[in-house]
């Protein structure tokens, strides 16, 4: 962090600040802005970007911003040029800008989220993710894409993928080995609909099928398959355990120890523990003189530690996580290959031939976790990949989806992009 506080610095005193451009108007975005136009020197916010343009410009007038509306590369330079913030609801004109940096993306849309990334990839801009159900998807492919290309594509630090993923590199540098990781997770009810979530998402100003998919658990699976994507982590079975303890410092009561040393590490979550958000990693050793140590300075007795953080920011991180993308070519969270688990597609209630799966967090399905060796030998459906398509025969609830049972849209990149991870990046 010094480093990267330092480099910025140094950017500012040259008058050569970061300029950032952030892609959507919702929740999190509001959040970002106000950290980038509040925050570390060195950073500038030089545009946003929404297919909403009067939702953008409410957004940055809550932050005492008046924005430029832009249609073209040259327009938002010349903004940029004179210190101005740009507006446009066309994303080809932040990627075609040369002055924007590294681009946020924020939607959480898979569809609209992966025509983006690619253009911003093909015009060598590093992307920030502040979306999971597109990293969660298709994130191998469009990493390979950005690795080749020489950019990076990262999901961001802040949120819990990227809390486990700068852990878990502190427990290795110690000298000490990764076992666990996963989310401090407080409530978990795979039912939950955007009607029960409606009036605890209008309290907080999120959207109702936002709320439902942190509550119904595939918000949870998507972020497991982040990390285990960018680790090579396993996940022990379909949908994790849940291990449910009073604090995250129990789960080392729960772990099954065999089990874990039979894997190269594992992702999972305690449910309803303090402190109730952030994450955590189990870490091993065996050396006598390091348990020493450990239990001098109050870690336990061992062999397995937990390290764990009780936060996430991911709207203040995610300035951070473009400057170190921009500035040290380094990504917080990003698949290392192929993918090593999917988040595959569970219907939410009996679901009957003919009808539409409807949003992530909604009403038809959600999602969970499963290792992508056996999502592909039992052709099981993605959730990223099920939404939007049309039931060929009923389906029981609590069953996983296969491709069998919908009738794909034409069309959609997100499914060439599928046939490409999966023929590119064999596992």
């Given at each position: ?305 937990v390290f764990y953080q ?87 609830a609590n069953t996983a ?27």
């Amino acid at each position: 962090m010094i480093i990267l506080d330092n480099a910025l610095e140094e950017r500012e005193r040259n008058g050569r600040p970061l300029q950032l451009a952030v892609i959507g108007a919702g929740y999190m975005a509001r959040g970002i802005l106000a950290h980038i136009l509040d925050g570390p020197p060195g950073i500038r916010l030089a545009a946003v970007c929404s297919r909403r343009p009067e939702a953008a410009a409410e957004l940055l007038s809550t932050v005492a911003v008046e924005p430029v509306s832009t249609d073209s590369a040259e327009s938002l330079e010349r903004a940029v040029a004179v210190g101005k913030i740009a507006l446009t609801q066309d994303p080809s004109v932040v990627c075609a800008a040369a002055s924007i940096d590294v681009v946020i993306e924020t939607t959480g849309e898979i569809e609209y989220g992966a025509r983006f990334c690619l253009n911003a990839i093909e015009s060598r801009k590093h992307v920030v993710l502040v979306n999971a159900e597109l990293d969660a998807t298709v994130g191998p492919i469009l990493a390979s894409y950005a690795r080749r290309g020489g950019t990076v594509l990262t999901n961001t630090d802040g949120d819990e993928p990227g809390v486990v993923l700068n852990l878990l590199r502190y427990v290795r540098s110690i000298g000490l080995h990764p076992l666990l990781a996963g989310n401090i997770k407080g409530f978990l009810d795979h039912s939950r609909t955007p009607e029960t979530q409606r009036e605890f998402a209008e309290s907080v100003g999120q959207r109702p099928e936002m709320v439902t998919s942190f509550a119904d658990g595939t918000k949870l699976a998507m972020e497991a398959t982040l990390v285990a994507n960018a680790t090579g982590f396993t996940v022990l079975r379909r949908g994790m355990t849940g291990f449910r303890v009073d604090h995250v410092g129990d789960v080392l009561g729960q772990v099954e120890d065999s089990q874990l040393v039979r894997t190269e590490g594992a992702v999972d979550f305690v449910l309803g523990a303090s402190p109730g958000s952030g994450a955590f990693v189990v870490g091993r050793t065996e050396n006598p003189l390091k348990r020493e140590y450990l239990r001098y300075f109050k870690m336990g007795d061992g062999p397995l530690y937990v390290f764990y953080q009780p936060w996430h920011l991911p709207q203040a991180d995610a300035p951070l996580t473009a400057a170190r993308a921009a500035l040290f070519l380094d990504a917080a969270v990003s698949p290392r290959g192929a993918a090593v688990c999917e988040v595959v597609a569970i219907a939410k209630r009996d679901l009957q031939a003919g009808e539409e799966v409807d949003a992530i967090g909604g009403f038809t399905v959600y999602g969970v976790i499963e290792r992508a060796d056996i999502a592909a030998n039992e052709d099981l459906l993605p959730i990223g990949v099920a939404i939007g398509c049309a039931l060929r025969r009923d389906v029981a609830a609590n069953t996983a989806l296969t491709y069998a049972d919908v009738e794909i849209p034409p069309g959609r990149l997100v499914d060439r992009l599928r046939d490409e991870q999966r023929s590119q990046l064999a596992p």
